[in-house]
């Protein structure tokens, strides 16, 4: 079986009707593969941040976007 890449897809907005829309550029430095996903959280998610490399291999960082609450940070890293 022959696998290809498949294409970009973008969803959303999400989020509450406050603050600031966020976005990466996918024409400039389209992702390729998600590297890390950082979160902080109380009892709700407050914020989150990504990093990703492009078809490169160059490495990028998204965020952090939402608040400055929450008492603990998780950094989820991907293989």
């Known amino acids: 079986m022959v696998q290809g890449q498949s294409p970009v897809v973008k969803l959303g907005a ?5 603050g600031a829309a966020h976005d990466i550029d996918v024409v400039v430095a389209p992702p390729h593969r998600l590297q890390s996903i ?3 959280w109380g009892k709700v998610i407050d914020s989150l941040a990504f990093t990703y490399t492009d078809k490169d291999g160059q490495p990028h960082a998204a965020g ?3 608040g400055a609450g929450g008492v603990s ?3 989820i890293t991907l293989g």
């Open 64 to 66: 952090p976007w939402g």
């Open 14 to 18: 999400w989020g509450s009707d406050g």
């Open 73 to 75: 940070e998780d950094l």
């Open 38 to 40: 950082a979160l902080r």
